[in-house]
C-alpha cells in the first residue's frame, strides 16, 4: 500500500477589497496566507470602470479636456496636459513658451501635491497616522497655492487647447514662493524621519526589494521604477512642454524597498521645488494662448506621453478630421505597476501587504478598464444592452 | 450590613459604574491628547460615551454559523473579568474592596480575560479577518503576558508581598519604584500598551490590513460591552502601574494626577510609533522586553542580598 500526501486544497483567503480600509478606492485583491505569510495572490480590477475612453468619442475636441482632466482626481491637470500636447501636435499648433512653462508650473505643482499625498496615505498604512496627519497638514500648503493660482483645489482646469487660462501675477508668485520654502524644509524633516526612525525602518527597509532586471521585466514605471534604479523619466527621456528649456535631475535609488520608493518620493519634491523657482524667475514673454485652434482637425493619430506623479501617462488620439476624435486610447501607471504588487507580496506577511500595494501609489479609477473576450475563434462575444438587462433580470430571479 | 456594603463595591464603587465611567474618561483623555499631538481637534468630552449610549441602542447582529451563546456570553466575560479586577486594586487611591494573599496574580489573570475573549470571539466567527485577528490577538497575549507579569512583580518581591493592598503600603512609604527599578517600569508600561493593544502593538485591529480584527463581525452591544472592558482595563492598568511603581496612591486627588500624568505619557507614545508587524511584537518582548525585566530582577536580587 502506499501512502499518497496529497497537497492541501484549500487555501485560507484574506480578501482585500472592494470595499476595504485599506482602499480609498475599490480593487478586489485575494491573498492566500499561510498563517501570516502570502502564498498567492489575485488582483480583480475594474470595479469603477466609467467609460471615458468611449464617451470621448461622442465628444468635441475641446469638450473632451474636460473629461479626461476627471479621469483621475490626484493627477487631473497631468491628464488635462497629455490630452492636450497630443491634439495640438494633431492640430499642427505651436503653442507659445509661456503657456507651456505656466502648464509645467501645475504640473510640479500637483506632483508636490500627489507626492505628498502618497506620502501620508502610506504612512497611514504602516500604522504611523502622525506622521499622516502632519504631511496631510503641510500639504493644505499646496492645495491652497493651486487654488490661488487656478480658482480650484482639485480639477484645476489650466489648459485650454493651445496654451492655458491664466497667468501667473506677482502677488501669486510670492504665495508659491513662500509656500514653496515652507514645504522644502518639512521635506527635509520628512526624508529625516523616513531614513532614521527605527520603528518606522522596521517596516520599511528590505521590504518588498524588486530588482532591477524584475522592474524592467514588470514594465514598472514611475517612482516605483526609479526606486529600483531604472533610469526612466519622460520628462528626461522625451521632455515634452517647457521640460527642455527647465529640465529636471532624475532621482533614482537603487535598493528597490519601500524605504528607497518612499526616498525616491520625497528627493523629487525637492526636484519639482527648484524647477518651480527656476519657472518663476525665468517666465518667458509671450502669449498664453494661440489665436485660433481649428474646430476640426484634419485625419491622423498621435501618440502622447507625459511623467504623472505615478509614471508614465499614455494617450493614443486618433482623429477622422471630423471635430470629435475617433479613438481616444489612455494607460495610467497604475495599470503598469500593478503586477509588481502581485508578484511581490507572496512571500511577505500580510502586515506588510497594504504597505506594498500603497508602495505603487496605486490609484485604480483611473485604470479600470472595461475588457471584452475573444474566445479562441477569435469571435467577439458582444453582448446587446437587451441582453444584458435581461441577463440581470434572470440572475436575480433565480438567485432566490 | 456587610452584604449591602459588597453588593456596592461591586455595583457602584470601585467595580461597576465608577470604573465603567472613568474607562469611558479616560479613553477620551487618551484620544483628545492623541488628536491634539497629531495636529486634529479630537473629540468632545462625552463623545466616548455617546459612542457606548449609541452602540448599546443598537441591534446586535448575530452572524451565521457561530455559537450564538458563546457570542454573547464572550464579552460579557470579558468584562465581568476586567469589573472583578477593579475590586482587587486601590481605585481612586482608596483602600481595595477586597484583598486576600497573592490577589495581585488574580487581578492580572483577570486582565488577561478580555484578551482571551477577544481570540475567541474571533475564532467563533467563520469570518476571515477575525480568525487572522483572533491568531494576532492570542499569539500577542503569550508575547507580552509574562514579561508584564514578571515587571509587577518586581515591587512585589521588593515589599515581601504578592497582595496588592500590601505592596501599595510599601510604596507610599518608599522611594518611588521608578526610581529604584527603572528598567521593571519601562517594560511595564509597554506590556500595558501590549495588554491594550495600543500603537504600535495593535497589529490584532490593524484597520489597514484586518479591518477591526477579531471584533470584526461585532456590533451593537456585544461591540459596546466589549469596548467597555477595555476601558476598565485602561484605568486599572494605570492604576496598578502608578501604585507599584510611582510612589502609591494615598487619596484621590494623588490617583487622578498620577494616573492621568501616566496615560498622557502613554498617549505621547502611542502617537510616536509605527505599528509593528506581528512577527516583530513577539520578537521585541521575548528577545527584549523577556530580558530586560530578568536583568531587573537580577539586580534586585544582587541589592537584597547586599
Not at chain 2, 287 to 292: C, D, H, K, M, W
Amino acid at each position: 500500500m502506499t501512502a499518497v500526501i496529497s497537497p492541501k486544497k484549500e487555501k485560507f483567503i484574506v480578501p482585500i477589497g472592494p470595499q476595504h480600509p485599506a482602499l480609498k478606492e475599490p480593487g478586489h485583491f485575494e491573498f492566500a496566507v499561510d498563517g501570516e505569510v502570502v502564498t498567492d495572490a489575485t488582483v480583480r480590477l475594474g470595479y469603477v470602470h466609467r467609460g471615458i475612453e468611449k464617451g470621448a468619442e461622442a465628444r468635441n475636441w475641446t469638450q473632451n479636456l474636460y473629461l479626461v482632466e476627471r479621469i483621475c482626481g490626484i493627477c487631473s491637470h497631468i491628464h488635462a496636459l497629455t490630452y492636450a500636447l497630443g491634439v495640438e501636435v494633431l492640430a499642427e499648433v505651436d503653442v507659445p513658451p509661456r503657456a507651456q512653462a505656466i502648464r509645467v508650473l501645475v504640473a510640479e505643482l500637483e506632483r508636490i501635491h500627489s507626492h505628498l499625498l502618497w506620502f501620508g496615505v502610506a504612512a497611514h498604512e504602516a500604522g504611523f497616522d502622525t506622521l499622516f496627519m502632519y504631511s496631510w497638514r503641510d500639504r493644505e500648503t499646496i492645495m491652497d497655492i493651486l487654488e490661488a493660482l487656478t480658482g480650484n483645489r482639485v480639477n484645476y482646469s489650466a489648459n485650454v487647447l493651445g496654451g492655458v487660462k491664466f497667468d501667473v501675477t506677482d502677488a501669486q508668485r510670492k504665495v508659491i514662493l513662500e509656500g514653496i520654502d515652507f514645504l522644502e524644509e518639512r521635506t527635509h524633516h520628512y526624508l529625516n524621519v523616513v531614513t532614521t526612525d527605527g520603528m518606522f525602518l522596521q517596516r520599511t527597509r528590505g521590504i518588498g526589494i524588486t530588482r532591477l532586471q524584475d522592474a524592467q521585466r514588470l514594465g514598472i514605471v514611475g517612482p516605483t521604477a526609479r526606486a529600483s534604479g531604472v533610469m526612466r523619466d519622460v520628462r528626461v527621456d522625451a521632455p515634452y512642454a517647457a521640460y527642455d528649456a527647465f529640465p529636471i535631475n532624475i532621482v533614482v535609488e537603487t535598493a528597490g524597498d519601500l524605504e528607497a520608493r518612499f526616498i525616491v518620493r520625497l528627493k523629487e519634491l525637492y526636484e519639482s521645488f527648484r524647477l518651480i523657482r527656476e519657472i518663476l524667475d525665468n517666465l518667458p514673454p509671450g502669449d498664453l494662448q494661440v489665436k485660433r485652434f481649428p474646430r476640426r482637425i484634419k485625419p491622423g493619430e498621435v501618440i502622447s506621453r507625459v511623467e504623472a506623479p505615478r509614471g508614465e501617462v499614455f494617450y493614443y488620439i486618433r482623429s477622422n478630421g471630423s471635430d470629435m476624435p475617433d479613438r481616444v486610447k489612455v494607460r495610467t501607471p497604475t495599470l503598469c505597476n500593478m503586477a509588481s504588487v502581485l508578484s511581490l507580496s507572496v512571500g511577505h506577511h500580510l502586515a506588510d501587504v497594504p504597505m506594498l500595494l500603497v508602495g505603487i501609489d496605486p490609484c485604480f479609477s483611473c485604470n479600470d478598464r472595461g475588457v471584452s473576450i475573444c474566445s479562441s475563434e477569435g469571435s467577439h462575444d458582444r453582448w446587446t444592452w437587451e441582453r444584458l438587462r435581461q441577463f440581470g433580470i434572470d440572475y436575480y430571479a433565480n438567485k432566490v | 450590613m456587610d452584604s449591602v456594603v459588597n453588593v456596592a463595591a461591586l455595583l457602584f464603587f470601585p467595580g461597576g459604574l465608577f470604573v465603567i465611567t472613568a474607562g469611558l474618561f479616560y479613553e477620551w483623555i487618551d484620544r483628545k491628547v492623541i488628536a491634539r499631538l497629531q495636529n486634529r481637534l479630537g473629540p468632545r468630552w462625552f463623545q466616548p460615551f455617546a459612542d457606548t449610549v449609541k452602540l448599546l441602542a443598537k441591534e446586535e447582529v448575530v452572524p451565521e454559523r457561530v455559537n450564538p451563546i458563546l457570542f454573547v456570553a464572550l464579552p460579557l466575560a470579558a468584562l465581568a473579568g476586567a469589573l472583578t479586577a477593579a475590586l482587587y486594586v486601590p481605585m481612586a487611591g482608596l483602600k481595595p474592596a477586597f484583598s486576600f494573599s497573592g490577589d495581585l496574580i488574580v487581578t492580572v489573570y483577570m486582565l488577561s480575560l478580555l484578551t482571551l475573549c477577544t481570540g475567541l470571539a474571533g475564532a467563533n466567527t467563520h469570518d476571515r479577518f477575525s480568525l487572522v485577528g483572533a491568531t494576532r490577538a492570542l499569539t500577542q497575549l503569550f508575547a507580552y503576558e509574562a514579561p508584564f507579569l514578571l515587571a509587577l512583580l518586581g515591587p512585589a518581591i521588593a515589599a515581601g508581598s504578592w497582595q496588592i493592598s500590601e505592596i501599595t503600603a510599601y510604596t507610599e512609604t518608599h522611594t518611588w519604584m521608578l526610581v529604584m527599578q527603572p528598567i521593571g517600569f519601562i517594560v511595564a508600561l509597554i506590556g500595558l500598551m501590549g495588554k491594550l493593544e495600543l500603537p504600535p502593538f495593535d497589529s490584532p485591529e490593524a484597520e489597514t490590513e484586518i479591518v477591526a480584527g477579531a471584533l470584526t463581525e461585532y456590533s451593537g452591544r456585544g461591540l459596546a460591552i466589549f469596548h467597555l472592558g477595555k476601558g476598565v482595563e485602561l484605568v486599572i492598568g494605570l492604576t496598578l502601574i502608578t501604585s507599584f511603581y510611582m510612589g502609591g496612591l494615598s487619596n484621590p486627588l494623588a490617583f487622578v494626577l498620577k494616573t492621568v500624568g501616566l496615560l498622557i505619557v502613554l498617549a505621547g507614545l502611542q502617537s510616536l510609533m509605527t505599528r509593528l508587524r506581528i512577527d516583530q511584537t513577539v520578537g521585541l518582548w521575548w528577545r527584549y522586553g523577556a530580558l530586560l525585566v530578568l536583568v531587573q530582577w537580577l539586580i534586585l536580587f544582587v541589592i537584597q542580598m547586599v
